[in-house]
């Protein structure tokens, strides 16, 4: 079976179990390190055992094992439920950039297995990236999936390593990093709103590790009001939720302004959060979260989508969407969604689906493997509470397909 750049598929659909064999080759002059990063939870190599490379072999259990370089052996079923990624990287040792290489591919078989798949790459993909992120293979609702990342990153092994959390010994210190900021996040945040400088710190980090700090974007969050997110909203954790999102706007937007939508069984479009209104945006736009006219509490998703859709289509903005939908879980209008999604997909709208502490989610959780659309233009991911994750792994989940998505629907002539 054939993939692209930001598929993604269960394993089993591929006929893999818990054994498989992943091989990395890559036509190039340059000498190149295969490297597999076992993560946590927290995209994080918590346990460094579980860096597989040629000082390094293998991982406890023989849960992976590099056997040649670029081939490595994987065994599901003794890796430990600590880690949850799986994380297969090519890294130039010394000068040269990813953009040199040829005709490359990945290819993932079970042992004595015909199935599997294959995914074809070159250097057209990059430009000065020393690395790529090339598969990921991940936990999800019980099962084990697999992405086509190619992913770049603009430096080499060791910068890997450490953007893992890992830890380089016995080097110098690295060089300084390619930055493709046109401007500092954290200076033009800093007047203006001197208590978001620490989350623009880490949002620019994501941004340049994800080559994204030249992106235009409009970017909108949809907020579930339902009444099961009452706890959500007089906690705060909406309000942070909105807060972490402003710094990404003033990236992405010219007018440095983030599109609020918010829902129950009718939807309303409130107010843009701006640097000078976000501190308390949710209790005090239009009245404040309760007083919303959102009719009845409860939760209509394919209302909000249509709103959203139509309203960038009205706008006539040719810059992509990168729409934020916020829901604690009591999705059922699947086959509502699966047609708004499909028919989203032609058009410049990128969304990012996030369950907070919710559940039954519904079609969210399967839009990765949704067929009939042009190109992927959905990715969800649930956490429990904000402090799962940390700002640092959040930014880095938020922007995880973003990056794929604007080369796909390049490609499509989706967006210019």
Not at 159 to 186: K, N, Y
Not at 190 to 210: C, D, F, G, R, Y
Request: glycine share 8%; net charge negative; with cysteine.
């Amino acid at each position: 079976m054939n993939i692209t750049q930001g598929q993604r598929l269960t394993l089993g659909s591929i006929g893999i179990a818990e054994r498989a064999n992943l091989n990395i080759a890559i036509q190039s002059g340059h000498v190149i390190d295969m490297v597999c990063f076992g993560l946590d939870a927290q995209s994080r190599l918590s346990d460094d055992r579980y860096m597989v490379f040629f000082n390094q072999p293998s991982a406890p259990g023989n849960a992976v094992r590099l056997t040649a370089p670029g081939q490595f052996e994987i065994d599901l079923g003794a890796l430990p439920a600590s880690i949850e990624r799986l994380v297969f990287t090519a890294a130039i040792d010394g000068a040269g950039a990813m953009k040199d290489i040829a005709d490359s591919r990945f290819t993932i078989t079970a042992p004595g297995s015909a199935g599997g798949a294959t995914c074809a790459f070159s250097g057209s993909t990059f430009s000065v990236e020393k690395a790529i992120m090339v598969a990921d293979i991940y936990r999800k609702n019980g099962e084990w999936r697999l992405q086509a990342n190619l992913q770049g990153f603009s430096e080499g092994l060791a910068a890997l390593v450490r953007h893992f959390g890992g830890e380089v010994l016995d080097t110098p210190p690295p060089p300084a990093p390619v930055i493709q900021a046109s401007f500092s996040l954290e200076k033009k945040i800093a007047a203006a709103a001197p208590a978001l400088i620490s989350l623009a710190k880490k949002a620019q980090v994501s941004l340049e590790k994800n080559n994204l700090t030249h992106v235009k974007a409009q970017v909108a969050v949809v907020l579930d009001v339902s009444g099961s997110m009452n706890g959500q909203y007089s906690r705060g954790h909406v309000q942070e939720v909105l807060n972490r999102l402003i710094p990404l706007a003033v990236a992405f937007d010219d007018d440095a302004s983030l599109d609020v939508f918010a829902f129950g069984a009718k939807p309303v479009h409130l107010s843009p959060a701006t640097l000078d209104n976000y501190s308390d945006f949710i209790d005090t736009d239009h009245r404040g979260w309760r007083k919303w006219e959102v009719g009845s509490r409860v939760n209509d998703e394919p209302k909000a989508m249509r709103m959203v859709m139509d309203h960038y289509r009205r706008a006539g903005n040719p810059l992509p969407v990168y729409i934020l939908f916020l829901s604690d879980g009591g999705v059922h209008e699947d086959r509502a969604i699966t047609k708004l999604m499909v028919e989203a997909a032609s058009q410049p709208f990128f969304w990012q689906f996030v369950g907070l502490g919710g559940s039954k989610y519904g079609i969210l959780e399967k839009l990765d493997d949704m067929p009939g659309r042009v190109v992927d233009n959905c990715s969800f991911f649930a956490m429990d509470d904000l402090g799962d994750l940390s700002e640092e792994a959040l930014y880095d989940r938020l922007m995880e397909e973003f990056p794929g998505w604007l080369k796909a629907a390049r490609s499509k002539g989706i967006i210019a």
